[in-house]
C-alpha cells in the first residue's frame, strides 16, 4: 500500500504570514490532488497536478508536483482567516485506476 | 446541479447492528466511490462501483459492501458494526474529476 505523508500535521499562523505544506510519498504516482475540506463537510478539489516539475496557481496558493511524481508542496501567501481548514492530497496509484490515496491532512489555522 | 448528494446526514447505532448509507452522484457521472474518514485522519477508501460492479477495494473487512443501482447511485452497507466503524463516510462520484458529498457521519455506541 502505497502512502501518503504530509508535513506538518498542524499550523496555526498569523494572517498575512506565508506557508508551506508538504506532502511525501516513497511512491510514484501518476497524478496527485490537494483538498481543501472544512468542518461537516466533504473535501473539495482545489487542484491536480500530473506532470513531474510541474507548478499550479490558485490565486495565493502556489502547488508544485516533484520532478520524480513522488510529492508535492502547497504555498500559501499572504494566509488569510478564510484560509482555515483541513488540507489533503491525494495520489493516483500508478498502477491501478481510480484508487485515491489520502495523506492524514495538514490542519491549518490562521489567525486574524 | 444538485452536486453528490448522501443520506442520511447523521446516525447513530449500536454494536452489532447493520447500516445503510446512501449516495447520489453528480449528474453525468457513472463511478462512485467510498470513503472512510476517522476524526482527524484523511479520508481512506472502501470500495469502487463502475457499471453497477465493483472495481476496486481497499483494505476494509467483507463486514463492508455495497451496491450501485442502474442510475448509477450507490449503498454502502456495514454488518456486524463495532465502535471503530464510527466516522465519516464520503461517497465521492467522478467523470474526468472527483468530487465529494458532505458525509454520512455514524456514531457506533
Known amino acids: 500500500t502505497q502512502l501518503l505523508e504530509q508535513s506538518p500535521q498542524f499550523l496555526s499562523i498569523q494572517e498575512g504570514e506565508n506557508l508551506t505544506v508538504y506532502c511525501n510519498s516513497s511512491?510514484?504516482?501518476?497524478?496527485l490532488q490537494w483538498y481543501r475540506q472544512e468542518p461537516g463537510e466533504g473535501p473539495v478539489l482545489l487542484v491536480t497536478?500530473?506532470?513531474?516539475?510541474e507548478v499550479k496557481k490558485l490565486k495565493r496558493l502556489t502547488f508544485q508536483f516533484g520532478d520524480a511524481r513522488k510529492d508535492s508542496s502547497l504555498h500559501i501567501t499572504a494566509a488569510q482567516p478564510g484560509d482555515t481548514g483541513l488540507y489533503l492530497c491525494a495520489g493516483d496509484e500508478y498502477s491501478s485506476a481510480s484508487k485515491i490515496i489520502f495523506g492524514s491532512g495538514t490542519r491549518l489555522s490562521i489567525r486574524p | 446541479d444538485a452536486g453528490v448528494t448522501q443520506s442520511p446526514t447523521h446516525l447513530i447505532k449500536t454494536r452489532g447492528q447493520q447500516v445503510t448509507l446512501r449516495c447520489s452522484p453528480k449528474?453525468?457521472?457513472?463511478?462512485v466511490s467510498w470513503y472512510q474518514q476517522a476524526l482527524g485522519q484523511g479520508p481512506q477508501f472502501i470500495f469502487q462501483y463502475y457499471e453497477e460492479e465493483e472495481r476496486q477495494r481497499g483494505n476494509f473487512p467483507d463486514r463492508f459492501s455495497g451496491h450501485q443501482f442502474p442510475n448509477y447511485s450507490s449503498e454502502l452497507n456495514v454488518n456486524a458494526l463495532l465502535l471503530g466503524d464510527s466516522a465519516l463516510y464520503l461517497c465521492?462520484?467522478?467523470?474526468?474529476?472527483?468530487?465529494f458529498g458532505p458525509g454520512t457521519r455514524l456514531l457506533v455506541l
Open positions: 497536478v500530473v506532470t513531474g516539475g
Open positions: 449528474s453525468g457521472h457513472d463511478t
Open positions: 511512491s510514484v504516482f501518476s497524478s
Open positions: 465521492a462520484s467522478s467523470g474526468e474529476t472527483q468530487y
